[in-house]
Structures are given as structure tokens and as C-alpha cells.
């Protein structure tokens, strides 16, 4: 009798110790970079840090991160993914511990020891962050298996961003919040050994060749909607609480606001994972993105609480949801995992653009109207993204009417 928590039972494409490794792995790359805001809170009154080198430093992990995810691209098919996450945890776990003490140091001020310590956790979290994309690339199932990763992700994740204000408040702010994120690396980190490792022969490599799919116009096609999609929802996410305070929602209605995107987020991405490509990645780029988009513009234009809130909600599952599915299309591109490690790392370093680009543009506009371009720019995205699914689905069916016209091998 099958066990279910047999940990080799297959799971996607995987078995469920792969499923926790991918799951444990954006978890620890991403826990720094969405406490952010109680890590810039608790610098601030632990440190009497000025908000600016607090956001900057906040900034600087984030960036780190995504860079080092996009140069890991370049190489990720000559290096064991498990060894590279594994090295990512030990540098994030050393740059959170040190973090915790950065006020100790007689020698150094602690915003240098800072600097010096955050960086050092934003090359670890890309080194982990870029394995877990690659880890699933090549495998016929990765688009589910790497979904349903974010969606476990994602859950740990809310569970930490509930808890972390208690723990500034109680437990000498900044040093607590850096313990806590060392100890949850720490305890989640031993799961990394088990992370996928595809890696093909040379032989492979030079019989394969390049699908269709992977021509230049279709490959620059995909990360131009990629971008413009994890810009416009940047611009949207940055001012949701400006929107908040032009309708008079309370502190509590602000709050409750704002915390549907990441609930949102958990079923959006489970269900990224769940559906892979049954429904045809044309029709499910272009109904999510265009449900991202009416829900911008129900933001820029409600006054209702209720509306707004519900609005928030649906940006948050399907935020996530397009989040996932851009990125888990990318583990169909090739097997060595060099586009979806860009992916990942293009993902972060682009959604990080869209507080500045929609700055940029409140300049001359009214927040609503950010927020309406962020909806404009959503549906370019699914008109970018639509010729891009064609080549791949004429891609796939031609796969399978070459294989099954093959002689089958006795």
C-alpha cells in the first residue's frame, strides 16, 4: 500500500521530498526580500536607521538577488543545483546571523557591517533562487511541480509575515527579525539536498538542437511580456495603500486591504501548478492577464471598501497565478534550465522597476491613472505573450505527431 507521505511517492514529475526542496528553496531566496517592510521597521526603531539607508539596504538585497540569479543562467547547466542552493543557504545564513550582531562591531558602524551583510544574503538567496528554477527545466511535469513549489512557498511565507511584527515588538526588533530568518534557513535548509539535479550528456546537447520555439523573436517576445506584466503589477502593488487613503479606509479596513495579495497569492500559484498546460497557454495567458488588468482598473476607480478589497483579492491570486505560469513556461524551453533561471531572476529585478516606474509617472499623473496604465500595460503584456504560445503549442503538436509516427523500438 502506497504511503502518502512516502517521501520518494511521485509527486509531478517528482517526488515529494523534490516538491518540499523546490518548495523550501523559494522560501528562504524570497523570506528576505517580502519582510522587507519589517526589516526596514525595525532598523529604523532598533537602529534609529534614517528610513532612507533603511530602504536602501532593502533594496540592495533585493537587486543582488535578482543579478545573481540572471548571471547563474549564463552557467547553470555545468553545476549541480543541490551543491549551488546549498551554497546560497550557508552565505544567507552567515549574512543573517552577522546581521543580527551588525551593532556589536566597535571597528564598523553598523550600516556598513550592514551593506556588507545584506549583499551577502542577496547572492545567496539568487544562488537558491536560481537553482530552484533550474531544478525542475526539461522535466515534462516542472511547470506543475515548480507551481506547486511557489504555492508551498507562498504559504510559509504568510505564515512568517504574520509573525515577524510580533517578533520586533517583542524580541529586540531588528536582532529578532534576523535570528528568526537565520533559524527558519537554518531548520528549512536541509531539505536543498534533495533538490532535482537534470543535467544531460554533451552528446544530448549537440542531437537536441533548437526547437522553434526558442528562435530569437519568440525568446524576446517572452521576457518583454514578462517585464512589462511584472512592472505594470509593481506600479499597482506600490501604491494600493495611496488608493486606500484617497477612498478613507481605516487603519483595520487598510490592513485587511492589503493583506489579500498574499493570501490571494496561495491559491493563485497552487493552481498555476495544478492546471500546467491543460487549457492551452494561449487562452490562460490572455483570461489571467486581462482579469489583472480589470481588477487595476476597478482599483484606480472605486470608492467602495468592499469592491476594493474583493478587487485585491483577485489581483492577488492572479498576480501570482501569471507570476508562477510565466516562469514555469519557461521549464519547457530547454533542459539545461538556462531560460527559466533568467526567468526567475528577470522576475524579480523587473516587479522591483515598478515602485520607481510608477513614481515616475505620478509625477504627472494621479495615482489612479498609475494604476491604470498598470492595467493598460497588463493587457500588452497578454497581446506580447500570445504569439509566443502559438509557436509553442505548433511546437508541442509537432513533437507529438513526430513520435507518434516513429517506429516503435521492440
Same mark, same amino acid.
Given at each position: 500500500m502506497l504511503n502518502f507521505f512516502n517521501a520518494e511517492r511521485p509527486f509531478f514529475g517528482g517526488s515529494l521530498l523534490a516538491w518540499m526542496a523546490v518548495t523550501c528553496a523559494v522560501f528562504i531566496s524570497w523570506?528576505?526580500?517580502?519582510?522587507?517592510?519589517?526589516?526596514?521597521?525595525?532598523?529604523?526603531?532598533?537602529?534609529?536607521?534614517?528610513?532612507?539607508?533603511?530602504?536602501?539596504?532593502?533594496?540592495?538585497?533585493?537587486?543582488?538577488?535578482?543579478?545573481?540569479?540572471?548571471?547563474?543562467?549564463?552557467?547553470?547547466?555545468?553545476?549541480?543545483?543541490?551543491?549551488i542552493a546549498l551554497l546560497g543557504l550557508g552565505l544567507a545564513i552567515i549574512g543573517q546571523g552577522v546581521s543580527a550582531i551588525a551593532h556589536t562591531f566597535e571597528l564598523f558602524d553598523a550600516y556598513q557591517v550592514l551593506l556588507v551583510t545584506r549583499f551577502l544574503v542577496g547572492v545567496g538567496a539568487g544562488l537558491m533562487y536560481g537553482a530552484a528554477c533550474a531544478s525542475v527545466a526539461g522535466n515534462p511535469s516542472g511547470d506543475r511541480l515548480f507551481g506547486l513549489g511557489m504555492s508551498g512557498a507562498q504559504v510559509l511565507l504568510t505564515l512568517m509575515l504574520f509573525a515577524l511584527p510580533w517578533v520586533t515588538t517583542h524580541w529586540h526588533q531588528q536582532q529578532g527579525v534576523y535570528l528568526v530568518l537565520a533559524a527558519l534557513s537554518i531548520g528549512f535548509g536541509g531539505?536543498?539536498?534533495?533538490?532535482?539535479?537534470?543535467?544531460?550528456?554533451?552528446?544530448?546537447?549537440?542531437?537536441?538542437?533548437?526547437?522553434?520555439? =526558442? +528562435?530569437?523573436?519568440?525568446? *524576446?517576445?517572452?521576457?518583454? &511580456?514578462? $517585464?512589462?506584466?511584472?512592472? @505594470?503589477?509593481?506600479?499597482?502593488?506600490?501604491?494600493?495603500?495611496?488608493?486606500?487613503?484617497?477612498?478613507?479606509?481605516?487603519?483595520?479596513?487598510?490592513?485587511?486591504?492589503?493583506?489579500?495579495?498574499?493570501?490571494?497569492?496561495?491559491?493563485?500559484?497552487?493552481?498555476?501548478?495544478?492546471?500546467?498546460?491543460?487549457?492551452?497557454?494561449?487562452?490562460?495567458?490572455?483570461?489571467? =492577464? +486581462?482579469?489583472?488588468?480589470? *481588477?487595476?482598473?476597478?482599483? &484606480?476607480? $472605486?470608492?467602495?471598501?468592499? @469592491?476594493m478589497v474583493l478587487a485585491m483579492l483577485c489581483l492577488g491570486v492572479f498576480e501570482l497565478f501569471v507570476m508562477t505560469y510565466f516562469i514555469a513556461t519557461a521549464t519547457r524551453f530547454d533542459r539545461q534550465g538556462h531560460w527559466v533561471t533568467l526567468a526567475g531572476g528577470m522576475t524579480m529585478l523587473t516587479y522591483g522597476l515598478g515602485p520607481s516606474v510608477g513614481g515616475y509617472l505620478a509625477e504627472f499623473i494621479t495615482i489612479s491613472q498609475v494604476c491604470e496604465v498598470a492595467g493598460l500595460t497588463c493587457i500588452a503584456a497578454a497581446l506580447v505573450q500570445i504569439p509566443v504560445c502559438l509557436a509553442m503549442e505548433r511546437n508541442v503538436r509537432e513533437e507529438q505527431l513526430a513520435s507518434a509516427e516513429s517506429p516503435v523500438a521492440l
Open positions: 523570506h528576505g526580500a517580502l519582510g522587507i517592510p519589517v526589516q526596514v521597521g525595525a532598523l529604523i526603531d532598533g537602529l534609529d536607521m534614517s528610513a532612507k539607508d533603511a530602504g536602501f539596504l532593502g533594496s540592495l538585497e533585493l537587486t543582488t538577488m535578482s543579478v545573481v540569479a540572471i548571471l547563474l543562467a549564463i552557467r547553470i547547466d555545468r553545476w549541480h543545483k543541490p551543491i531539505f536543498l539536498l534533495k533538490m532535482p539535479d537534470p543535467r544531460i550528456s554533451v552528446e544530448e546537447k549537440k542531437s537536441n538542437g533548437q526547437p522553434a520555439l =526558442l +528562435s530569437p523573436t519568440n525568446i *524576446t517576445l517572452y521576457f518583454i &511580456a514578462l $517585464s512589462l506584466f511584472n512592472v @505594470a503589477i509593481g506600479m499597482d502593488w506600490s501604491f494600493a495603500d495611496r488608493r486606500a487613503d484617497a477612498i478613507g479606509m481605516t487603519d483595520e479596513e487598510a490592513g485587511s486591504f492589503l493583506a489579500m495579495m498574499p493570501m490571494g497569492g496561495i491559491i493563485g500559484s497552487g493552481v498555476a501548478g495544478l492546471i500546467g498546460d491543460r487549457f492551452g497557454r494561449v487562452r490562460t495567458f490572455v483570461v489571467a =492577464l +486581462s482579469i489583472c488588468a480589470v *481588477t487595476c482598473f476597478v482599483m &484606480a476607480r $472605486s470608492n467602495s471598501v468592499l @469592491a
